[in-house]
């Protein structure tokens, strides 16, 4: 289905009647921009012919949270002269697009792509600002629902749980990491209930019994981690080192249970920063609801309820979690990888500091905890394919929509580090990871860039080590543990 509007005929007419209308003759030849980024585990996700240089994107939550409308409003740069290109949509009922403020043609196909034909072709290094309506329904689960991505309701919470590939089933987006952009959400809700978003709140208005609070995230935020939230909550404020705003929204009828254990995130913060530098975001903290899902959407991880009562910190080891989850700020939310098969780069480092914290708290040994990964689970890291390298084929079922989520990238990942550890010594390795954090800061990066990196940290060739560990279709030796064995498959 092919839309054009009779309102782009007005808007044309009025511009060629005060000669703004470019002379086709004059306009660019224009191809239509890629479908997406070029990523082979979601060929889909993201797209080609233009950068995104800023996101705008405003909810509006109807009485009840059954109900929204979104209008996304994207700045983006052409790096082709562009007679079409996509969005990222999946799902909800689009009711307007315009380009440059003229109502544009649009398509939307079953495999997620929002095809925009504007009037006139875009021209190549020229900002655009793309703008799109759309209308859904949040969909509300139970607790035992398979959780389906984008925007849920639960217990009258809602919440945004978009990893990998969520956010375009809430409006229309850009979506992968490697077009991330600074981002303004713009929440409307009922006024007797909070709303909350990544990065810093710039301003409320209320008016007719509903509050719109507008949150600003001046880093560079991939969709895949963008937090929206409605619901009972109360948003706590704290300072952490060297002042860092720390933020929690926590359910208010929790908020006693919960708030003692709150002061795990700033103490993340500071066994982090000793290791790595300075937190790279503006802000850190949480959104807590009843349904949760441990997630490090970026500034705000969102945490389930009942992990982070005084039993179920203890009874869940949350601490370890919070500790994982703040580690992607580093890995993941602020070094983004270029493609989802890098994915190990965010969950291999989050599981190593994991280790490491748990070492220093509870005196769990680094050593065993690495030589029960490579023996008990090198099975299940081989079989979902090389740990930079995975197969999508191997993924399946409902299980698609969180693709390459699994052992290769977790304890995979987390093993490839240590192996490079063992190689290089730990005052190396430290070096190599903080150089890492830091280049690569507030931007993306791939596997490749990290063998670069190291090696020149290192002052010597690591690719083939780090190869080995990352494509290679056995588990090599582990240095200076060879007598560590793959065990038998279960
Ligand atoms: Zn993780």
Redesign the pocket.
């Known amino acids: 289905m092919l839309k054009r509007s009779v309102a782009a005929t007005v808007a044309l007419t009025t511009l060629a009647a005060v000669g703004l209308a470019v002379p086709s003759s004059a306009a660019p030849p224009g191809t239509a921009g890629a479908p997406g980024v070029g990523d082979t585990i979601w060929p889909q996700l993201g797209n080609g012919g233009y950068d995104v240089v800023d996101q705008r994107l405003d909810l509006r939550f109807a009485k009840g949270l059954a109900k929204y409308t979104a209008t996304t409003t994207l700045t983006a740069r052409a790096t082709q002269n562009l007679s079409s290109f996509d969005l990222d949509l999946l799902g909800p009922t689009v009711t307007g697009v315009r380009v440059d403020g003229i109502p544009a043609a649009w398509k939307s196909t079953p495999q997620g792509e929002l095809v925009i034909t504007p009037t006139k072709s875009v021209r190549k290094h020229l900002r655009f600002v793309v703008r799109v309506d759309v209308r859904n329904d949040v969909s509300e689960v139970s607790e035992n629902s398979v959780l389906p991505p984008g925007l849920v309701r639960y217990e009258g919470f809602v919440q945004a749980l978009n990893q990998p590939s969520g956010a375009r089933k809430i409006l229309a987006v850009s979506d992968h990491p490697a077009q991330k952009a600074p981002a303004t959400f713009t929440i409307t809700a009922p006024s007797e209930l909070n709303s909350i978003a990544n990065g810093k709140l710039i301003g409320t208005t209320k008016s007719g019994g509903m509050t719109t609070r507008v949150f600003r995230e001046r880093p560079k935020i991939a969709p895949e981690l963008m937090q929206i939230g409605v619901g009972p909550f109360s948003v706590l404020h704290r300072k952490g080192p060297h002042g860092l705003p720390l933020r929690y929204a926590v359910p208010t009828a929790q908020l006693g249970a919960i708030e003692p254990q709150l002061k795990s995130f700033d103490e993340s913060v500071r066994y982090l920063e000793k290791l790595l530098g300075r937190f790279p975001g503006s802000e850190a903290g949480s959104y807590i609801t009843p349904l949760g899902g441990?997630l490090?959407t970026q500034g705000l991880t969102m945490m389930t309820a009942s992990a982070m009562t005084k039993e179920g910190f203890e009874r869940n080891g949350t601490a370890g979690v919070v500790l994982?989850?703040v580690?992607?700020e580093w890995f993941?939310n602020s070094v983004s990888p270029r493609r989802w098969s890098d994915l190990w780069l965010?969950?291999g480092h989050?599981?190593f500091y994991e280790r490491l914290f748990a070492e220093g708290k509870y005196g769990a040994d680094l050593v065993d905890g690495m030589r029960s990964d490579y023996e008990n689970r090198g099975n299940e890291i081989l079989a979902q394919g090389p740990i930079a390298a995975p197969d999508p084929s191997k993924w399946t079922g409902h299980l698609t929509d969180i693709r390459p989520y699994g052992d290769a990238q977790?304890s995979g990942g987390s093993l490839a580090l240590f192996a490079l550890r063992q190689e290089v010594g730990v005052p190396t390795f430290e070096a190599i990871e903080r150089a890492w954090v830091h280049r690569y800061a507030n931007s993306t990066a791939g596997t490749e860039d990290y063998i670069r990196l190291a090696s020149a940290v290192a002052h010597r060739a690591l690719g083939p080590l780090l190869r080995s560990w990352l494509y290679g279709k056995t588990l090599p030796a582990m240095p200076g543990y060879p007598d560590w064995k793959v065990g038998p498959k279960s």
């Open positions: 441990e490090e994982h989850e580690a992607h993941g965010n969950e989050a599981v977790y």
